[in-house]
């Protein structure tokens, strides 16, 4: 009798529950009170998987982004329709052409229980697969796109179903990309067709997809992308995003890309040093290198080394948010050895140090103020230039420096003439000519021996900066006499802070080695008591704390050989 009595009170609370999540409506204000489930922003690490027909080729220039070859064939792309001369006859149309990559796109060595154990073991607990990007390729046989999809052609398998299926049987999260708009469908051909057009191929193409693909699968999160030139009224956003939640419950979380207007959704940085500390979950999306689908023509130096990879990832959660990190599979199904590679490092790093990570918050100094890390002033000499021109898409102006929030200096003899300055940049660049500001677009006489100065200043993305002269409406690039000599400077993290809620443990973490001793400025008043360890390693550690709040942590007495053992990141745990 006892065991039915808890059967219907199980069953009871589970129909609750569920009626509960079921109750929304397609308004921002409804979206926006039921908010978002907890397990988004305590798990910190997801999983973001960019493979499809752009994966035969994988090309792109080593900043661009190989998902997007469709769009460079059809503005016809010297470079891109050169790779495409392999597969295709390049005087077909782009779709025709682009429709060759399906006879290369065998996936012969994918397997999805191994994808499924390598993410787990690098410490994910989410994947966001892209089911369809903005080519309109679909990795289901959606039934909207019964002959543009990889189980009637390609691979010939269904993607979609079985990573879903072996992703599950790990205990991780499945969450699917979906692009909005396409850039093939004859309905609406995106970036062709007016923007205001969309209407009929979102009634009676997109809307329907995207409640099958939802209906069928029912994942736990959706990322949207390929928005920015539709209003959300337009993709009939509000309406999407309630019934997904209503479909799949209470678990179920959105991004913020669903077209202007929007009004909710988790917030997605984009190859960033991240953000601060928000009232809504956030998610840095980006690769291990400058592109998300794989690019063979990427160079080395723009792989992210474990190092960087680490601490980046460990600055992002200190402040806040978590990262999902993109794996661009080759199109034989096999994640690249350096992606694996990374994926191990990681795993292992989190396997000791994953307490400070998973389910974390910012911690508080004894203000009540967020105490996300502490930083140091460092510069480093870029080399000499002729001209200043730069686009630093997605990187910084040295490996491993920041993305954002940095300045350049350049100083240099500017070559002799009159002419109009001007000084094209994202965010801000001032320009002094000995001593003296000069305005955007003034007219200048520069002699021999004058001295220039540009400081440029860069805040979030779109890092760009050039310096022109115009010339009887000629514009060109200024050079130096004797080249620009250009200093990057740039805040250096050298440690980061979080804490558990629930516990109030607190964790530092160190980015550089730790010697015999430790010391952090201004840290939160420790109690008489606390005990201090290095995680993997044994033992506790002894500190003393100042008035001040200037913490001193010892390790003479540590077992150096299990120090040695870790790396990148060192994490102090800090419990009463």
Known sequence: MKIRKLVVVLLLLAAMQGALAQNVEPTWESLNERGYPSWFDEAKLGIFIHWGLYSVPAYAHPEGYAEWLYKGLMGHSPARMGVMANYGDTT?????LYAKLTDYWHAELWSPTHWAEMFKDAGAKYVVLVTKHHDGYCLWD????????????????NIVGELTKSIREVGLRMCFYYSLPEWSNPLHRW???PNDSVGRYVDEYMVPQFKELVTRYKPDLIFSDGDWDFSAEMLRS?????????????????????????????????????????????????????????????????IMTSKELIQHFAELVANGGGMTLNVGPNADGTIPFVQQDRLRELGRWLKVNGEAIYGSRPMNNDAGQVMTQQNRHASIELERADVIDYDWVRNAPVAGGKTDCFEVIWEGEPEVGRYALFADADDEAVVTLNGDTIANGSLVDVRLGDKMRVHYYEKELEARVRLCKIIAGDTSLV???????????YEQTIRAFTMQPKSGVRYIMEFERPGDEVIVEGFPRIEKGCVVTLLGCDGKLKWRQSRDGKLIINLKGLDRSQLNALDYVW???ISR
Do not use: M
Request: aromatic share 12%.
């Open 238 to 302: 509000k309406e999407l995003i309630s019934f997904f939640y209503n479909t799949v419950g209470s678990d179920a979380i959105v991004n913020n890309r669903w077209g202007g207007g929007t009004e909710h959704g988790f917030l997605t940085p984009e190859y960033s040093a991240g953000i601060q500390v928000t009232d809504r979950p956030w998610a840095e999306c980006r690769g291990l290198g400058r592109s998300f689908g794989l690019n063979r023509n990427e160079l080395l130096e723009n």
């Open 92 to 96: 077909l149309s782009t779709k025709e």
């Open 479 to 489: 050079k130096a006499i004797n080249g620009w000599s250009g200093v990057y400077k």
């Open 191 to 193: 970036t062709v067709d």
């Open 571 to 573: 994490v102090f745990n």
């Open 142 to 157: 959606s039934p909207q796109q019964s002959e543009w999809n990889s189980v009637v052609s390609g691979p010939k398998r």
